[in-house]
């Protein structure tokens, strides 16, 4: 029975809220966009369909994001552990 907990875990994982992150951008690339964080930390994001961009309260493409720029980042975890950025934020515009 203790095996068929996590097997039901993985087939029927249930949603967790976003995850928010704050920092400054690292790099941004096609399929990724790294940020250092406010705590210190570099962390990856994947990028998706699912993720939309903001500056200044208007939509803008990933791709336009540059490295300096302060950022807030909401973020889903997907089931091999990666985290996919669902909104990019730019702060202070």
Do not use: C, W
């Amino acid at each position: 029975m203790r095996v068929l907990l996590p097997i039901a875990l993985l087939l029927f994982q249930v949603s967790l809220p976003p995850a928010h992150f704050t920092g400054k951008i690292h790099i941004v690339s096609k399929k990724t966009i790294t940020v250092n964080t406010d705590e210190g930390n570099e962390v990856e994001f994947t990028i998706s369909r699912k993720t939309k961009a903001e500056r200044d309260g208007k939509n803008v493409d990933v791709q336009t994001l540059q490295p300096g720029e302060q950022v807030s980042i909401d973020a889903e975890q997907e089931r091999l552990g990666y985290l996919v950025a669902l909104k990019v934020t730019v702060a202070g515009h």
